[in-house]
């Protein structure tokens, strides 16, 4: 028996360092690209990282380019195929609190109490003074993880209200316009605003005030889960494959990540961006470089990120008439890697893939990695010190109950959020407590 674990220990072994030596092979690219080759850099980055399907609009002066990648069987993307925006969905709710406060009815250094009366969070146990500006910029002290308070559910079933009134008092990470803290509910409690202020819903104002102003037709808010009809079908990574997967419904946070849109449409965002908003204008700091929905930088304005099964990424430059758009119908960082190199391709730069990984792959890696170290370690221990094993077992049944409450994100987040070999790698971690609490209790009797 000893000797039949030995073996398997140095085959799981084995099959550790093979499978990380094949990931990084798979995962490395040494040729440069130009703006000539730009479609084969998008088809090689998407090969590479498993992103089945991607669409990218580009204006260059005069000119609108699109480009797309898709190999999923019976399935094209051309510049009318929608997709989710993610976090880029922020901008148009930036420009909306800035037509507000254009025509007199938003003032940006404002209270937020002014407009919702029972928002008080709370910072060392008084009353915290959030602005409108500090929501704007990230500022406001809201921490990171209130994301994971989001309800689930579809226009009818929640309101943008109903978020909000999930962090009404919560517990500011940092007072008040001091540190900058990316936090998406910052601009739930705008729409919020907006719909206090105009009477309207947030996305009947926002379609109507910008969508048509800029002329995106074919783009609208995904605000129930038949809505996913309409959308290419989102994927998530698991197992060193991308898999499809229909993410739940979020309307409270509608106005932070769910505009739905193509690249026909996000051309035209872009020229309008270019002519119509004044970043010169956007209170920026040292310490803080992002506003309205914005990064912002001296040679360029960008933002990126993800919903659980899509990512996006834009960047426009401040000089000339230079943009791109990235929509990828898979969560991760790839569209911003995309989105890079096209952007530095058209500035005249060659692109150089080098090693690309996504973060998502990178999470579905260790995660199966861990599934594996997990049974190498239960072939390792001995199992002859029988309050050991129940201790270790108990422990590591509490530490999996403290993670949640610890760091405010429920595993139903995570689970939404993370790669499918995340739920697998729960499941063996809770195996092995498991097995080692009755190896301990076995021993006894």
């Keep these: 028996m000893k000797r039949i674990k030995i073996i398997l220990r140095r085959i799981l072994l084995i099959i550790m360092l093979a499978t990380t030596a094949i990931f990084l092979i798979l995962h490395y690219d040494s040729k440069e690209y130009t703006q000539q080759n730009e479609q084969e ?121 109903e978020t909000v009134r999930k962090i009404a008092d919560v517990k500011l990470a940092h007072a008040p316009g001091e540190v900058h803290e990316y936090a998406t509910i910052n601009y739930d409690v705008l729409a919020l605003i907006i719909e206090k202020v105009t009477g309207q819903k947030y996305e009947d104002y926002i379609t109507e005030t910008v969508l048509k102003d800029v002329g995106m037709n074919e783009s609208f808010f995904r605000i129930t889960d038949s809505d996913r009809q309409r959308i290419f079908a989102g994927r998530k990574a698991g197992f060193f494959r991308t898999w499809k997967y229909d993410a739940p419904t979020y309307y409270g946070n509608t106005a ?77 960082d790839i569209a911003t890697r995309i989105a890079d190199g096209i952007f530095g391709m058209h500035m005249g730069m060659n692109a150089k893939i080098g090693l690309c990984v996504s973060g998502h792959e990178l999470q579905d890696f260790l995660f199966v990695m861990g599934i594996l170290l997990i049974l190498y370690i239960a072939l390792l221990l001995q199992y002859k010190r029988k309050k050991l094993c129940i201790c270790g077992g108990l422990f590591i049944l509490t530490l999996l109950i403290l993670i949640p409450i610890i760091s405010h994100i429920s595993y139903r987040f995570m689970f939404v959020w993370m790669p499918y070999s995340f739920g697998l790698m729960i499941i063996s971690i809770l195996a092995f407590a498991a097995w080692l609490i009755g190896c301990g209790r076995w021993k006894q009797k």
């Design 41 to 161: 850099y998008i088809n090689r980055i998407c090969s590479m990282t498993h992103n089945r399907a991607v669409a990218v609009g580009i204006i260059d002066g005069d000119e609108d380019v699109f480009l797309e990648h898709c190999d999923i069987d019976g399935k094209t993307v051309d510049e009318h195929t929608l997709f989710e925006l993610g976090s880029t969905t922020k901008a148009f709710t930036g420009l909306g609190i800035l037509n507000l406060e254009e025509e007199g009815l938003i003032d940006p250094d404002s209270p937020v109490t002014d407009y919702i009366d029972w928002f008080r969070p709370q910072y060392k146990g008084s009353d915290a003074v959030v602005t409108v500006r500090h929501l704007m910029d990230h500022s406001s002290g809201i921490p990171v993880w209130t994301i994971s308070l989001i309800p689930e559910g579809s226009e009818g079933e929640i309101t943008i209200e």
């Design 256 to 332: 932070a990540g769910y505009l739905v849109s193509d690249t026909t449409d996000l051309v035209k965002w872009m020229r309008y961006v270019r002519g119509n908003i004044d970043f010169g204008s956007f209170p920026i700091t040292d310490t803080n470089n992002y506003y309205a929905g914005w990064n912002l930088y001296p040679e360029t304005v960008h933002h990126g990120e993800n919903n659980p099964n899509f990512s996006t990424q834009v960047i426009i430059s401040r000089e000339r008439d230079l943009g791109v758009f990235v929509l990828s119908a898979s969560a991760g």
